[in-house]
């Protein structure tokens, strides 16, 4: 690996934080187009653990590749759906001057149509990124849980 400039590294965590705020923000106010746009075009999304701490019984079914795939996945997920989405001490590798790796914690609520809490979840998002021409995308993504509370039930 070769020596990255501590500048260029604090640079490069900073726009990395600010493309996954942008993740959160853009989810949370139905931006699905900009969403589109945190996602490299061969992205990797795991959502195998979205609604549980452990994998769906069809894990191989939450894993979607692409970013026009994946943002259209969010985009029927959430679209009816009110969520709010936190994502907080960042863990980012800066691997090269356009590779690098992080662990997000995150916290997220979601209620239905009717405004009932449906979600309330906490956890992790693991990641990989790449700079690209027009800035840092998101290449793969995956959501592990710590605790889940559907409804009234929580699932530790």
């Known amino acids: ?17 600010e493309l996954k705020a942008r993740y959160f923000r853009c989810m949370d106010t139905k931006d699905f187009a900009g969403l589109r746009k ?14 549980s701490i452990e994998p769906a019984a069809d ?13 259209a996945f969010v985009e029927s997920a959430v679209a009816a759906l009110t969520t709010v989405h936190h994502g907080h001490c ?4 800066v691997l090269s ?7 997000i914690a995150m916290e997220d609520q979601i209620w239905d149509a009717d405004g009932a809490l449906f979600l309330h979840g ?5 990641e990989t990124y790449r700079k690209e021409a027009d800035g840092w995308k998101i290449v793969t993504s995956r959501i592990s849980r710590l605790r889940v509370i559907l409804g009234a039930s929580a699932v530790e």
């Open 1 to 17: 690996m070769s020596q990255i400039d501590p500048v260029a590294r604090l640079i490069a965590i900073e726009e990395i934080k």
């Open 38 to 51: 945190v996602f490299a075009d061969d992205a990797v999304f795991d959502a195998a653990c979205s609604l």
């Open 59 to 71: 894990a191989e079914n939450w894993v979607h590749s692409g970013g026009d795939t994946i943002a």
């Open 90 to 93: 960042h863990e980012i590798e």
């Open 97 to 103: 001057p356009t590779e690098a790796r992080g662990v």
């Open 122 to 126: 906490m956890g992790h998002y693991h």
